[in-house]
């Protein structure tokens, strides 16, 4: 089954990186030669979905500027013989944007709701603009090729990452029922929680920033009580439909980088230097 329809949640504040996204995205920081979010794009485009909605908040305007076709500049390009630049902004005169809001900053799930009305039947990607896997195929790549195997348009599946047990507050934990006959990376997932203390992690397996969930999740979603932190989550959803939905994770490959916090990005940057 093919997945044609992708949801970037980034309308969160980034105060982590306060002042400077005072005026400028958090997601607009450069990645070695582009924005950290044109990376998250180019990993949508390489695994072949050209129809991508940014939640975004109103100050956050400059992000789909950022993807606009712009006929000035790449007239200007052509006549300077610019041929590079010129056909990486055309790579995304194929994609088809949208743009939802999220006003208030009530929960993941909250954020992709506010897309709810954009999407189709068809199961979704869901790409938050922290995480970036290198050195191998991209984290949502892993996914599609791991969903095909499970072949279940009604599952849902989310990256996974082996995690140090300190860290669980930090992260949604699954609790592993099985791994799959064909990929042992496929996990079966009987149980999630969130943000255990390291006693109570049902596993070392946390959840990190991709899913594909079915429309199912979309429908589920507004019925679903706000949780910890007066919150929508994503994982409540997913709990609420244990048992009738099958839910899978699949533990990537590769090498996670975080841009979510200060350090986490300085790392990004020495990592995109060296490569």
């Known amino acids: 089954m093919k997945v044609t329809q992708a949801i970037l949640p980034i309308a969160g504040l980034g105060t982590r990186f306060f002042p400077w996204t005072k005026t400028v995205p958090k997601e607009l920081l450069p990645l070695g030669n582009r924005p950290i979010i044109a990376h998250i794009v180019d990993e949508c485009i390489h695994a072949g ?11 956050k305007e400059l992000i789909p500027d950022y993807f606009k076709k712009d006929d000035a500049l790449e007239e200007e390009l052509r006549k300077r013989e610019k041929t590079d630049a010129l056909l990486q902004l055309k790579e995304y005169d194929m994609v088809n944007f949208h743009v939802a809001y999220q006003d208030d900053q009530l929960g993941d799930g909250h954020a992709i709701l506010q897309a709810g009305d954009w999407v189709d039947d068809m199961p979704t990607a869901i790409l938050f603009g922290d995480d970036l896997f290198i050195n191998g195929d991209s984290g949502l790549q892993q996914l599609l090729d791991a969903y095909e195997i499970i072949q279940d348009p ?3 599946i989310m990256a996974l990452e082996k995690i140090k047990p300190e860290d669980s507050p930090r992260y949604g934990i699954i609790d592993l029922d099985h791994e799959h006959s064909e990929n042992k990376r496929i996990k079966k997932v009987k149980g999630l929680v969130e943000k255990p203390h390291p006693d109570d992690a049902p596993s070392d397996l946390g959840i990190v920033g991709r899913y594909i969930i079915p429309r199912a999740t979309f429908d589920l979603l507004p019925n679903i009580g706000a949780g910890h932190g007066g919150e929508i989550r994503i994982i409540d959803a997913l709990i609420e439909q244990l048992g009738d939905t099958d839910i899978y994770g699949y533990e990537c490959e590769g ?4 841009t979510g916090t200060p350090e986490g990005y300085a790392h990004a940057v020495q990592v995109f230097k060296n490569s």
């Open 49 to 59: 979905i050209e129809d991508i909605c940014f939640v975004i908040n109103k100050n």
């Open 154 to 156: 009604n599952a849902a």
């Open 255 to 258: 090498t996670r980088i975080d």
